[in-house]
């Protein structure tokens, strides 16, 4: 079984920051590409940051892009949010995603989903 479990959200004021954290468990043999997706009230899950296997590539939402910064431990399976110059709009459920093979018998790796981290940026 493999769990992921973000942490690190909370409330803070417009133009401050957080760092999200996520940690995958479990049965793991290898983690592909990791990433953060979020979900504000009323409105569908979006994409916010991806990173490769290396962490040499980097995706990001255009919303967020220039103010959050994905990175990644695999020695640890974690991956991080760093979120800066928060805007009352970063308001969201924020999700880890990750694409893991759980057992080397298997030729492509399952998605997964953490339950949720709140994040609320007030004015």
């Known amino acids: 079984q493999v769990q992921l479990v973000e942490s690190g959200g909370g409330l803070v004021q417009a133009g401050g920051s957080l760092r999200l954290s996520c940690a995958a468990s479990?049965?793991?043999?290898?983690?592909?590409?990791m990433g953060w997706y979020r979900q504000a009230p009323g409105k569908e899950r979006e994409f916010v940051a991806a990173?490769?296997?290396?962490?040499?590539?980097?995706y990001y939402a255009d919303s967020v892009k220039g103010r959050f910064t994905i990175s990644r431990d695999n020695a640890k399976n974690t991956v991080d949010l760093q979120m800066n110059s928060l805007k009352p709009e970063d308001t969201a459920v924020y999700y880890c995603?990750?694409?893991?093979?759980?057992?080397?018998?298997?030729?492509?790796?399952?998605?997964?989903w953490g339950k949720g981290t709140l994040v609320t940026v007030s004015l």
């Open positions: 995603n990750a694409d893991i093979r759980s057992s080397r018998l298997l030729r492509v790796g399952m998605d997964y």
């Open positions: 479990g049965s793991i043999f290898s983690i592909n590409a």
């Open positions: 990173i490769s296997w290396s962490g040499g590539n980097t």
